[in-house]
Nanobody, 118 residues
Framework: QVQLVESGGGLVQAGGSLRLTCAASGSTFSIYAMAWYRQGPEKKREFVAATTRGGETDYAESVKGRFTISRDNAKDTLYLQMNNLRVEDTGVYFC????????????WGQGTQVTVSS
């Protein structure tokens, strides 16, 4: 089992920046990929960014060039640096971990709220 705890959310004006952190614990040796997802008001949960243990990355088109995902394997920690935030980036951001593939793994954090004001 893997436990994930997110932090770093908050309220920021459009154009501002935030850095999210996800701390993993438990059977972290089994994790292949980690990712961020978000769910806006009255929206479905959507993919934001993912990275593998080897450092490969993938991003949703809407965040390319603005968000950067990174991972510190030694600290079992995942980051999401979010720059030039937009109102439409508002939502609850969830950390996700997967043992074998890139997306929608079985382990989820509780989420952290990001609110971007105009």
């Amino acid at each position: 089992q893997v436990q994930l705890v997110e932090s770093g959310g908050g309220l920021v004006q459009a154009g501002g920046s935030l850095r999210l952190t996800c701390a993993a614990s438990g059977s972290t040796f089994s994790i292949y990929a980690m990712a961020w997802y978000r769910q806006g008001p009255e929206k479905k949960r959507e993919f934001v960014a993912a990275t593998t243990r080897g450092g490969e990355t993938d991003y949703a088109e809407s965040v390319k060039g603005r968000f950067t995902i990174s991972r510190d394997n030694a600290k079992d920690t995942l980051y999401l640096q979010m720059n030039n935030l937009r109102v439409e980036d508002t939502g609850v951001y969830f950390c996700n971990a997967n043992d074998s593939t890139w997306y929608y793994g079985p382990y989820w954090g509780q989420g952290t709220q990001v609110t971007v004001s105009s």
